[in-house]
């Protein structure tokens, strides 16, 4: 929709492009490329109310996309962090487990004395309890009674025996609170708080709640607000992105509009990298190349490691005929860390370099590597014509075989397995191979020229020359 509507424009038919244009807004209500176009659009037929509005929707939905993006790198960032941390919680668990086991044997042998102890007390005569005449009412703790209850009948006596006991030892406790100032319903100290004596607990708890000094609570912190959120930045504006898609399809004009606004947002000394980038592309495509090299140029002093601008420079320069300045670019882009776009085209002009220079093992070396990156016909046909000139005739039949199979009607694939058979000493194929090269249409005169004099030399491979012969 994107497209026919950018080819209606271009044709002038414009009610056509707004039709298109604004379908493949309700289409992807989410897609950038499709406001800014739309924007752009009605820019230039003058509805500037109606390009405000999806200026700003393409702005604000790249600034969405930004935050999505800074939201999955953090949650990203936070699993590593998570399973980073999975070690050490393990460990710190295990010494903890150790912990734990060495505090519940504490615990053990300290119940232990205590059962110990209350059955020693248990033991003990009850009656026989004395407090010492000098012990103050705070020194006091008397021992609450224990009394041990069995089931069955029991007899007078025993009953008997236990009531004595227990005045005996009401009346010898009521004498040792009395030397020291204390009755038997409480121990009163000097602020008026009563204790008894029996049951341990407090009789008067409004006037033990005054005695104690007050306790000061410390004020409530407040929290800190929580630190606001920057708005994200996108890595590309929305007219970067439209231009680079627009330098895909080829569609100039609209592109030299979103590079105008683009230009329109900066100063001219804060243009980013990108802009003088996709300007010398768009120059490049439009073979203006002196004004291109210009824009390389100045990318290239905002940013000298960008792989991007030196394989443009080198694609100026091997456009301009100038290879050995192509040659460096080329290499400088291959030796950055970043990958430039389009990494075939890198490969296999570098590749072609390197042969009309007579650098084979590196024109070998590089078509391989193209061969990997995307394999095609070409850069199989670069691998055979290295590895034939290199004396390497296996190698250069099996990438010839490649490149055959991936395009038959390739008249050099046929014209360098003709030469490969010749050397070979296999004389009804390298003739089968000669007569498809010229079936096909064998441009290349020089490599013809190559054919028929290993053809002279070995004696045979020429079709008509043998046909002349038998006959």
Known sequence: LILYGIVCHMDERNE?????????????????????????????????????????EASRLNIMEADKTDCNNHETATDDQQSSNIDIKHTKDKDKEHTVEGVEVQTAEIDYQRTAESEKAQESPMGDYQAPSN??????????????????????????????????????????????????GGAIN?????????????SNPDTEMSSYPAVQIPPAEIPPP?????????????????????LKVNAFQICEK??????????????????????????LQMRQYDVAERNIEEALIHDYTNSNCW?????????????KEARSAYERTLALMDIADNMHIIYLRLASIYLGEKLYEN??????????????????????????????????????????????????????????????????????????????????KELLQEIIDQQKVIGFGNPLVSTILSQ
């Open 190 to 202: 000097k602020s008026g708080r009563t204790q008894s004596a029996l049951s341990g607990g407090w």
């Open 363 to 444: 024109a070998k070396d590089t078509f391989l590597l193209a061969c990997k990156h995307s394999p095609s016909c070409l850069s199989w046909l670069g691998v055979g014509i290295a590895s034939y000139r290199l004396g390497n005739l296996s190698e250069a039949e099996e990438a010839l075989s490649e490149a055959n199979v991936l395009n038959n009607h390739d008249a050099e694939v046929w014209g360098y397995l003709s030469l490969v058979c010749l050397r070979t000493n296999r004389e009804e194929e390298a003739e089968q191979a000669y007569k498809y090269a010229l079936k096909v249409g064998l441009a290349n």
């Open 135 to 184: 012990q103050t009412a705070e020194s006091v703790q008397p021992q609450p009674i224990k009394t041990t209850y069995t089931t069955g009948k029991k007899n007078a006596s025993q009953k008997r025996g236990m009531q004595q006991t227990r005045k005996g030892l009401t009346s010898n406790i009521s004498q040792s609170l009395g030397k020291s100032g204390l009755s038997m």
């Open 226 to 246: 929580p630190p606001r959120t920057l708005t994200p930045v996108p890595d590309k504006s929305t007219f970067m992105r439209t231009a680079q898609f627009l």
């Open 258 to 283: 979103a590079l105008g606004a683009e230009l329109i947002q900066y100063p001219k000394s804060d243009l980013p990298t990108q802009y003088y980038l996709h300007l010398a592309q768009l120059k």
């Open 311 to 323: 394989a443009i420079l080198g694609h100026i320069k091997y456009l301009t005929n100038s290879y």
């Open 16 to 56: 056509e492009a707004e039709t298109f244009l604004e379908a493949a807004t309700t289409v992807e209500p989410e897609n950038v490329i499709a406001w800014t176009v739309l924007g752009l659009f009605y820019n230039s037929i003058e509805k500037e109310i109606f390009a405000e509005m999806a200026l700003k």
